[in-house]
């Protein structure tokens, strides 16, 4: 292999320090036909003796079986695990049940899962599972993926981002070869070198491919060397290779001659093409980009016939695998198969918690369901509507409710009626639509309370609890999740059990009560029950309490624990609301740049408008209080979500951020409004919200200094409501809010209070509030204002520290976190900070596209 030798030696080294007990999780990116599996073959030709070799392989088809690659090791394996596959055991035994069998002592494992950007969130999770737990074992897992197709919000980014930060975990990226490499390649082919190299750009399958099919002269494409290789085939091994393309990445030759109705020898001849290749009893084509190739030459007239050939073989060969049953049945056109095993494939990635192959599953099944058969197809829309629920797919669960209910209604069944307005009130509570919530929910109580007692009726009467929170009849709502528990007791229902607690918790606290004890028991209901949306709102609320009440240290706990549950069971809905509050968190304590980071990865996401909202309002406030742009655009889209919701807390929560952004350009007017229609739902927010108000009031009314917000305030701020500013300080300080402790210094007229203001913000980088603070300084008559941000800051062109600067041109470089800290010589974590605050500065989402954004902007900088 040419210019391979660099990656090959780091395999070797790693697979080395993963025989003397320290695990790792090579991550090989590269785009297609580079090379990925190629190197993995030949570095498991070349490993020493002794080693065990496994593999898997996602596959990019047809809408997948979650956790193929597990399901593939399972048959190497045997044992516990391929038992537990068959008995279709729940996954955090499949997960466990690999780990254990993988790390066996005595011998290094390596395990090969190639082409992960094709991965289900099933696989994404193992593969975090496994990489938060071999750091100690003898195990080696290499995972191959494409990079040069992932887009901002993949979710196989995340997962990048998540695993590259495990101390196993190690990354190499293959290079095409050089125009030298080509050139030897080609040397005896009578090729044109240069010309080669122009048309496949190095690409080491293009290459070999075009050198392989003997041609005379390059081809105007590189695929068609693919094809030029099949062109002399027989009738039935052509058959072969084209139902080949159509199974998937791997298939039985059993089958091939089953669905090809062909001898075992055209088999034979097909594989002599060497574009399929065998795999351990298996065959699967040497590359993506061949089974393409073939799978795109063939007549859309036949395409339907093979399919239906493979179906009819895989049902003779007593195939359990119900995916991909169903994507041979949709390829056939065979509606009644669809709607057989469709439903059953995702009721199965359901239970393992791959979440879009769930909904995938569903659509395909609509697509195809008899429209006189109204309760087959409502069910099938209520699928949909839940599983689109857990993955942040808001709008397209509540047109799927819509379409179920109107199916119930025809077929006059009145409970699932009551069910299906239960989640589409969901649904119209996370699309900021408060009107339509209530109009539903108040329908579906309509509905189901003259049925008696039952598990839909129960729900309502949680859901009628929160919004009896919203009008701060916290009495109310406690009565109203009593009463839902006590028919989920009748009823063995602990869904709606842990979700009655969880309300009631909420109410607590909005009291002035704990609740945490409360919201704490619904977890442990949800968790024992495996119950993934209880147990996702269990972790959101418990944070987003903790971080009301500013106990900080709590709240960050319970976010680690919460985020990786929710993107570990593909709840993408709850792992987006869990990261929003964490960004509000990290802005509370002052760590504005990885609050802002944090932000716009969020807001890349296709997003509900409620998970939107809290970083909007974050991302907000700090662009205001650091003078940058996109200010209105984040504040403007969470007002109108807030005003949607109804709900007091958002309402307050955007219009504070408005009234601190007006205030911080100058704008008072503006402010003391925005401040005003906060102060209008004071009386239903909690003692901290209704704290925030006060200040914000007197803040923007500084003639009007007993300006207030009708109830009682949390301390800090009724210690400076009553003029004890120096306890409210310290008492800030002690919390860890260094902005909410300058702004008290800042409300004073006092100097020495009002130099630390200025201190903090400008040790913050509150550009805008140190202009104010200066200003304020200047009108009093304070000597000796100090000057602004150091010069070399406010000299760069994206408003880098000298730091961020060199972090940045290290990025550019391609450098990885640990190489730019090995660099700098400071800790990896403290990059990590500033890479976050660099993407945060640049308003990027991807290192890759920080390098592309200051592109211009290195040229002609000078050395450091």
């Given at each position: 292999?040419?210019?391979?030798?660099?990656?090959?030696?780091?395999?070797?080294?790693?697979?080395?320090?993963?025989?003397?007990?320290?695990?790792?999780?090579?991550?090989?990116?590269?785009?297609?036909?580079?090379?990925?599996?190629?190197?993995?073959?030949?570095?498991?030709?070349?490993?020493?003796?002794?080693?065990?070799?496994?593999?898997?392989?996602?596959?990019?088809?047809?809408?997948?079986?979650?956790?193929?690659?597990?399901?593939?090791?399972?048959?190497?394996?045997?044992?516990?695990?391929?038992?537990?596959?068959?008995?279709?055991?729940?996954?955090?035994?499949?997960?466990?049940?690999?780990?254990?069998?993988?790390?066996?002592?005595?011998?290094?494992?390596?395990?090969?899962?190639?082409?992960?950007?094709?991965?289900?969130?099933?696989?994404?999770?193992?593969?975090?599972?496994?990489?938060?737990?071999?750091?100690?074992?003898?195990?080696?897992?290499?995972?191959?993926?494409?990079?040069?197709?992932?887009?901002?919000?993949?979710?196989?980014?995340?997962?990048?981002?998540?695993?590259?930060?495990?101390?196993?975990?190690?990354?190499?990226?293959?290079?095409?070869?050089?125009?030298?490499?080509?050139?030897?390649?080609?040397?005896?082919?009578?090729?044109?070198?240069?010309?080669?190299?122009?048309?496949?750009?190095?690409?080491?399958?293009?290459?070999?491919?075009?050198?392989?099919?003997?041609?005379?002269?390059?081809?105007?494409?590189?695929?068609?060397?693919?094809?030029?290789?099949?062109?002399?085939?027989?009738?039935?091994?052509?058959?072969?290779?084209?139902?080949?393309?159509?199974?998937?990445?791997?298939?039985?030759?059993?089958?091939?001659?089953?669905?090809?109705?062909?001898?075992?020898?055209?088999?034979?001849?097909?594989?002599?093409?060497?574009?399929?290749?065998?795999?351990?009893?298996?065959?699967?084509?040497?590359?993506?980009?061949?089974?393409?190739?073939?799978?795109?030459?063939?007549?859309?007239?036949?395409?339907?016939?093979?399919?239906?050939?493979?179906?009819?073989?895989?049902?003779?060969?007593?195939?359990?695998?119900?995916?991909?049953?169903?994507?041979?049945?949709?390829?056939?056109?065979?509606?009644?198969?669809?709607?057989?095993?469709?439903?059953?494939?995702?009721?199965?990635?359901?239970?393992?918690?791959?979440?879009?192959?769930?909904?995938?599953?569903?659509?395909?099944?609509?697509?195809?369901?008899?429209?006189?058969?109204?309760?087959?197809?409502?069910?099938?829309?209520?699928?949909?509507?839940?599983?689109?629920?857990?993955?942040?797919?808001?709008?397209?669960?509540?047109?799927?409710?819509?379409?179920?209910?109107?199916?119930?209604?025809?077929?006059?069944?009145r409970r699932r009626q009551g069910a299906t307005l239960f989640q589409l009130s969901l649904a119209m509570w996370r699309l900021c639509r408060g009107e339509e919530m209530v109009a539903?929910?108040?329908?579906?109580?309509?509905?189901?309370?003259?049925?008696?007692?039952?598990?839909?009726?129960?729900?309502?009467?949680?859901?009628?609890?929160?919004?009896?929170?919203?009008?701060?009849?916290?009495?109310?709502?406690?009565?109203?999740?009593?009463?839902?528990?006590?028919?989920?007791?009748?009823?063995?229902?602990?869904?709606?059990?842990?979700?009655?607690?969880?309300?009631?918790?909420?109410?607590?606290?909005?009291?002035?009560?704990?609740?945490?004890?409360?919201?704490?028991?619904?977890?442990?209901?949800?968790?024992?029950?495996?119950?993934?949306?209880?147990?996702?709102?269990?972790?959101?609320?418990?944070?987003?309490?903790?971080?009301?009440?500013?106990?900080?240290?709590?709240?960050?706990?319970?976010?680690?624990?919460?985020?990786?549950?929710?993107?570990?069971?593909?709840?993408?809905?709850?792992?987006?609301?869990?990261?929003?509050?964490?960004?509000?968190?990290?802005?509370?304590?002052?760590?504005?740049?990885?609050?802002?980071?944090?932000?716009?990865?969020?807001?890349?996401?296709?997003?509900?408008?409620?998970?939107?909202?809290?970083?909007?309002?974050?991302?907000?406030?700090?662009?205001?209080?650091?003078?940058?742009?996109?200010?209105?655009?984040?504040?403007?889209?969470?007002?109108?979500?807030?005003?949607?919701?109804?709900?007091?807390?958002?309402?307050?929560?955007?219009?504070?951020?408005?009234?601190?952004?007006?205030?911080?350009?100058?704008?008072?007017?503006?402010?003391?409004?925005?401040?005003?229609?906060?102060?209008?739902?004071?009386?239903?927010?909690?003692?901290?919200?209704?704290?925030?108000?006060?200040?914000?009031?007197?803040?923007?009314?500084?003639?009007?200094?007993?300006?207030?917000?009708?109830?009682?305030?949390?301390?800090?701020?009724?210690?400076?409501?009553?003029?004890?500013?120096?306890?409210?300080?310290?008492?800030?300080?002690?919390?860890?809010?260094?902005?909410?402790?300058?702004?008290?210094?800042?409300?004073?007229?006092?100097?020495?209070?009002?130099?630390?203001?200025?201190?903090?913000?400008?040790?913050?980088?509150?550009?805008?509030?140190?202009?104010?603070?200066?200003?304020?300084?200047?009108?009093?008559?304070?000597?000796?204002?100090?000057?602004?941000?150091?010069?070399?800051?406010?000299?760069?062109?994206?408003?880098?520290?000298?730091?961020?600067?060199?972090?940045?041109?290290?990025?550019?470089?391609?450098?990885?976190?640990?190489?730019?800290?090995?660099?700098?010589?400071?800790?990896?974590?403290?990059?990590?900070?500033?890479?976050?605050?660099?993407?945060?500065?640049?308003?990027?989402?991807?290192?890759?596209?920080?390098?592309?954004?200051?592109?211009?902007?290195?040229?002609?900088?000078?050395?450091?």
């Amino acid at each position: 292999m040419l210019e391979r030798e660099p990656p090959l030696a780091a395999l070797a080294a790693y697979a080395g320090e993963a025989g003397g007990g320290e695990g790792r999780l090579v991550l090989i990116a590269g785009e297609a036909g580079v090379g990925k599996s190629a190197l993995a073959e030949q570095f498991a030709a070349q490993s020493p003796a002794g080693a065990r070799w496994l593999w898997g392989a996602c596959d990019g088809l047809f809408t997948p079986r979650p956790l193929g690659p597990l399901f593939d090791l399972a048959d190497d394996l045997g044992g516990d695990l391929q038992a537990l596959c068959r008995s279709q055991a729940p996954r955090e035994e499949l997960f466990t049940a690999l780990l254990r069998q993988v790390s066996e002592p005595g011998t290094v494992t390596i395990v090969v899962v190639e082409d992960i950007h094709w991965a289900d969130e099933a696989t994404l999770d193992l593969l975090r599972f496994l990489g938060r737990r071999i750091k100690t074992s003898n195990v080696m897992i290499i995972a191959t993926y494409r990079d040069d197709e992932l887009a901002a919000g993949d979710l196989l980014l995340t997962a990048l981002g998540e695993l590259s930060r495990q101390p196993a975990t190690r990354r190499i990226g293959l290079a095409p070869l050089s125009a030298g490499a080509v050139a030897e390649l080609a040397a005896a082919s009578g090729l044109d070198a240069a010309g080669l190299y122009r048309l496949t750009g190095g690409n080491p399958f293009y290459v070999t491919e075009v050198i392989a099919a003997g041609l005379d002269a390059v081809p105007a494409a590189a695929r068609d060397a693919t094809l030029a290789r099949a062109a002399g085939l027989s009738g039935p091994a052509r058959q072969v290779l084209e139902t080949a393309a159509l199974t998937g990445t791997r298939c039985e030759p059993e089958l091939l001659e089953a669905a090809a109705d062909c001898p075992p020898e055209a088999v034979t001849t097909a594989v002599g093409t060497g574009l399929l290749v065998d795999d351990g009893g298996e065959l699967r084509f040497r590359h993506e980009i061949a089974r393409l190739a073939v799978e795109q030459a063939i007549g859309p007239r036949r395409v339907g016939g093979i399919h239906a050939r493979l179906l009819a073989a895989l049902e003779a060969a007593g195939c359990t695998d119900e995916a991909r049953l169903a994507f041979h049945a949709e390829g056939a056109g065979d509606s009644a198969a669809v709607i057989r095993y469709a439903p059953a494939a995702a009721a199965r990635a359901s239970s393992l918690a791959a979440h879009r192959e769930a909904a995938a599953q569903y659509e395909r099944a609509i697509r195809f369901a008899d429209p006189a058969d109204v309760v087959t197809l409502a069910g099938l829309y209520d699928g949909l509507a839940y599983e689109c629920s857990l993955i942040d797919r808001w709008p397209d669960s509540a047109e799927a409710g819509r379409q179920a209910l109107e199916l119930w209604r025809q077929a006059g069944d009145r409970r699932r009626q009551g069910a299906t307005l239960f989640q589409l009130s969901l649904a119209m509570w996370r699309l900021c639509r408060g009107e339509e919530m209530v109009a539903a929910i108040e329908s579906a109580q309509a509905i189901l309370e003259p049925l008696g007692p039952g598990v839909e009726l129960a729900m309502v009467y949680r859901i009628e609890a929160g919004l009896r929170l919203d009008e701060a009849d916290s009495a109310g709502a406690v009565e109203l999740a009593r009463r839902s528990q006590a028919m989920a007791a009748q009823l063995d229902a602990p869904a709606v059990l842990s979700d009655a607690l969880n309300t009631e918790g909420c109410a607590e606290f909005q009291g002035g009560r704990d609740g945490t004890g409360l919201l704490r028991q619904a977890l442990e209901v949800a968790l024992a029950g495996r119950l993934e949306q209880q147990a996702g709102r269990a972790y959101a609320n418990l944070q987003a309490i903790y971080n009301g009440r500013r106990e900080f240290t709590e709240a960050e706990r319970v976010y680690a624990e919460g985020v990786a549950y929710a993107d570990e069971h593909d709840i993408g809905t709850y792992a987006t609301c869990l990261r929003g509050e964490q960004a509000r968190v990290l802005e509370r304590t002052g760590r504005w740049d990885e609050a802002a980071a944090l932000c716009v990865d969020v807001l890349g996401l296709v997003a509900s408008p409620i998970n939107r909202l809290s970083s909007l309002i974050t991302l907000g406030k700090l662009r205001a209080r650091r003078g940058g742009p996109g200010v209105w655009d984040c504040l403007d889209e969470a007002t109108r979500s807030a005003e949607g919701t109804a709900e007091p807390e958002w309402i307050a929560a955007a219009r504070l951020a408005r009234a601190e952004a007006h205030w911080l350009a100058g704008d008072q007017d503006a402010a003391a409004q925005d401040a005003a229609l906060a102060a209008d739902v004071a009386p239903r927010c909690d003692a901290w919200v209704r704290g925030e108000i006060a200040a914000w009031l007197r803040r923007v009314h500084p003639a009007a200094p007993g300006l207030a917000a009708p109830g009682e305030y949390a301390e800090p701020y009724r210690l400076q409501a009553e003029g004890h500013w120096e306890k409210a300080v310290q008492l800030w300080t002690d919390l860890g809010c260094r902005y909410e402790a300058a702004l008290v210094r800042y409300d004073t007229s006092d100097e020495t209070a009002l130099r630390d203001a200025l201190l903090i913000f400008t040790d913050l980088g509150a550009a805008a509030a140190v202009q104010l603070t200066r200003h304020k300084m200047r009108q009093s008559g304070m000597p000796s204002v100090p000057a602004g941000p150091r010069s070399a800051t406010r000299a760069d062109p994206l408003g880098l520290t000298r730091r961020e600067r060199e972090v940045l041109e290290l990025i550019s470089a391609g450098l990885t976190n640990a190489e730019i800290a090995s660099r700098l010589f400071i800790s990896v974590k403290t990059v990590d900070h500033h890479v976050s605050a660099v993407l945060a500065k640049l308003n990027v989402p991807t290192r890759a596209a920080a390098a592309r954004a200051a592109g211009p902007s290195l040229a002609g900088q000078p050395e450091s």
